[in-house]
């Protein structure tokens, strides 16, 4: 006889549990089950790709994005109140501080969208001393493209339709090519009204 505990840990199991619910149930287990994760070192990823299985994509993207966005939020807060001189040797060993220097929208856009892991960059915007602002709209902004790949690809994938990794692909370049716009665009600007010499 199963336990209820490790239900959480056999995926296919997991999933079965949250479709039986309400849809309102099914929201709130998955937005806790993604700030638990995620805050314990679960990749934020897998999540995602569970979003996609059990809701599909056009459910599943939503809810990934609002699980995500608060989760990041309230970790952010947590770096934010141990401060950067308790978890400086930890940023240094994630090579973490020198990404937190500018504190502009387009640098947490990118720090967000490149392979960093979930946690460690919440936590360590937090106790950088980014600004909240920033951070809320260059987190926000940068998961867009990265969630949607995720759960899209798993929503096809899992529906059998063929194409799905080219499809996801596409979507994750085009998101790419915009994060990067969004990343060079304004230093374009910057040193194109800089005065000269």
């Not at 993207?61 to 309230?74: C, F, G, M, Q, V």
């Not at 994938?157 to 799905?164: K, W």
Request: hydrophobic share 55%.
């Amino acid at each position: 006889m199963r336990i209820w505990a490790p239900v959480a840990f056999e995926p296919r199991a997991a999933i079965e549990w949250l479709t039986a619910m309400s849809p309102l149930a099914q929201v709130a287990a998955y937005v806790a089950a993604y700030a638990v994760l995620t805050t314990v070192a679960v990749p934020a990823f897998v999540l995602h790709v569970a979003a996609g299985v059990a809701f599909g994509f056009e459910r599943g993207l939503p809810i990934a994005l609002l699980a995500a966005n608060l989760a990041s939020n309230a970790q952010f807060f947590v770096g934010r109140a141990l401060g950067s001189e308790r978890l400086s040797a930890w940023l240094d060993r994630k090579g973490l501080r020198r990404r937190f220097e500018e504190n502009s929208v387009a640098a947490i856009v990118v720090l967000r969208t490149i392979p960093s892991p979930f946690l460690a960059v919440n936590v360590g915007c937090g106790a950088a001393g980014v600004p909240w602002k920033t951070f809320v709209v260059g987190s926000g902004l940068g998961l867009i493209s990265v969630i949607t790949a995720h759960v899209f690809f798993a929503a096809q994938l899992y529906a059998g339709v063929e194409g799905a990794k080219l499809e996801a692909l596409g979507w994750a370049a085009l998101g790419g090519a915009v994060v990067v716009a969004f990343a060079l665009v304004p230093r374009w600007l910057r040193n194109r009204h800089r005065p000269r010499p």
